[in-house]
């Protein structure tokens, strides 16, 4: 290797750097060609080359942590070094939001990484995994579908509808919104393949800004073509699905009541549905966002009940309305007495704090009976109706005769 400043030269076969060293210096490569491998037992992995205008070992310019991979020469190759000093000097004056970003950006791009490496070479094999794991690619792909879905918003995103039933009167309580990306090209993609990337990039935050104005245009239309004999006494509503990035946004309440007031629609018409993961990952946000929601009306929903947070002490300082039992629950109350009992005691718990439930999942009749038979309030899942594309919702409203149970 030559060295001259901030260039270097490596020959073929020279090592730039080495899997589990502690970087110090980032590269750019100014000609030649590299190779990045990573350790599997005893052999050396290829997952893929870089040239010319590629940079390698850029996270050692941000953190200490060792290297996630080898890089070597396979032709001679000119290179520009950034070590850590030099860019730390350049964001030294640089805002403290941005210091904090890069650190959070770093954080989740090397959990991306390890999480799509990891369960690419459990599902496919070795043999195949070395076109795919190349992690730049990963992250590649990642930022190009982010950038697809950014540009899906308002015309390729759309919302499904799942019908929400009232268990005492067998009648239709409301619906839940669940998101669909209809892709030119891949055609429908489901909401657990995209909603993850959507979270890491922050993107979601417009796109539940979208699935909410749509909900609430929507609840009128719906509401409109309801049979009276079909729909529950209390107010009708649409379940709009949110993230905990929605709540880290300053002005969540006050667009969430502007998008409410744009269209017309009351507080009762739409209910929120967040996971536990808000309490414990943003408690101060979640404490603030949701007594201003509650003191306005909204219902609030947990959703996945007894999967998440172990502790119940968030029921008592949160303001929450109702509790969603999770359909793994549900799936397996006939033949899991664990299971019965779990639901049970999630009702009774319920009742005694004043919150309602709705059980998802119910894909049998002897399910909504014996949920019936429990004093849950509310049910959803395939077996009352799958989640459903706007035009078959007026349909459906129109059609559909309550299902004994
Ligand atoms: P979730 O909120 O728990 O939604 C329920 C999921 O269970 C939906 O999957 C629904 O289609 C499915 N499901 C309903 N009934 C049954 C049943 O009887 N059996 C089975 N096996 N499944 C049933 P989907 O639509 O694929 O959504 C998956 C998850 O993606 C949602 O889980 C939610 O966490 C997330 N998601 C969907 N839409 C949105 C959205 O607009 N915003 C956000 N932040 N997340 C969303
Ligand atoms: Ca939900
Ligand atoms: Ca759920």
Redesign the pocket.
């Known amino acids: 290797m030559v060295e001259n400043q901030t260039k270097k030269t490596f020959f073929a076969g020279d090592t730039l750097m080495k899997e589990g060293e502690i970087g110090h210096a980032a590269y750019i490569i100014e000609s030649g060609q590299v190779e990045i491998l990573v350790d599997r037992g005893n052999n050396k992995l290829k997952i893929g080359t870089r040239g010319p205008g590629s940079m390698v070992g850029e996270m050692a310019m941000i953190d200490d942590q060792p290297r996630t991979a080898t890089v070597r020469a396979v032709e001679d190759c000119e290179v520009i070094e950034i070590t850590r000093e030099d860019f730390e000097g350049w964001i030294e004056n640089a805002d403290p939001v941005l210091k904090m970003t890069m650190h959070v950006i770093l954080t989740r791009y090397r959990d991306m990484l390890k999480k799509s490496f990891f369960s690419s070479v459990k599902k496919t094999g070795v043999e195949e995994t070395e076109k795919q794991n190349d992690l730049h690619d990963v992250a590649l792909n990642a930022i190009k579908m982010r950038n697809e879905l950014k540009e899906a918003i308002g015309s390729d995103l759309v919302?499904?509808y799942?019908p929400i039933v009232d268990i005492k009167n067998r009648k239709i309580a409301g619906f839940?919104?669940?998101?669909?990306w209809m892709h030119p090209e891949k055609g429908m993609i489901?909401?657990?393949a995209f909603?993850p990337i959507?979270?890491q990039s922050g993107l979601?935050v417009e796109?539940?800004r979208w699935?909410l104005e749509e909900a609430c245009r929507k609840v009128h239309d719906f509401k409109e073509v309801i049979n009276s004999d079909i729909r529950s006494d209390d107010p009708f509503y649409i379940s709009?699905?949110?993230?905990v990035r929605?709540f880290a946004t300053p002005d969540f309440f006050d667009h969430f009541q502007e998008t409410l007031k744009k269209t017309n629609t009351s507080v009762d018409q739409i209910h929120l549905?967040i996971?536990e993961s808000l309490f414990f990952e943003q408690p101060a946000l979640a404490s603030e966002a949701l007594t201003r929601c509650h003191e306005k009306g909204l219902n609030i929903s947990i959703?996945?009940f007894g999967t998440g947070y172990s502790s119940l002490s968030y029921l008592h300082s949160f303001p929450v309305n109702t509790l969603?039992i999770?359909?793994s629950f549900?799936?397996s109350m006939l033949h899991k007495e664990n299971s019965y009992t779990l639901i049970r005691s999630i009702i009774g718990l319920a009742e005694n704090l004043n919150l309602k439930v709705i059980a998802?999942?119910?894909?049998h009749q002897e399910e909504a009976t014996a949920l019936k038979e429990l004093n849950c309030q509310k049910c959803?899942?395939?077996?009352f109706a799958?989640?459903m594309p706007e035009a078959d919702v007026l349909t459906f409203l129109k059609e559909w005769a309550v299902p004994d149970f």
């Open positions: 919302l499904y799942q839940e919104a669940l998101m669909r489901s909401p657990g909603i959507a979270e979601i796109m539940s699935a709009v699905n949110f993230s929605d549905e996971t959703d996945d969603k999770d359909q549900v799936r998802e999942g119910i894909e959803q899942g395939y077996w799958r989640p």
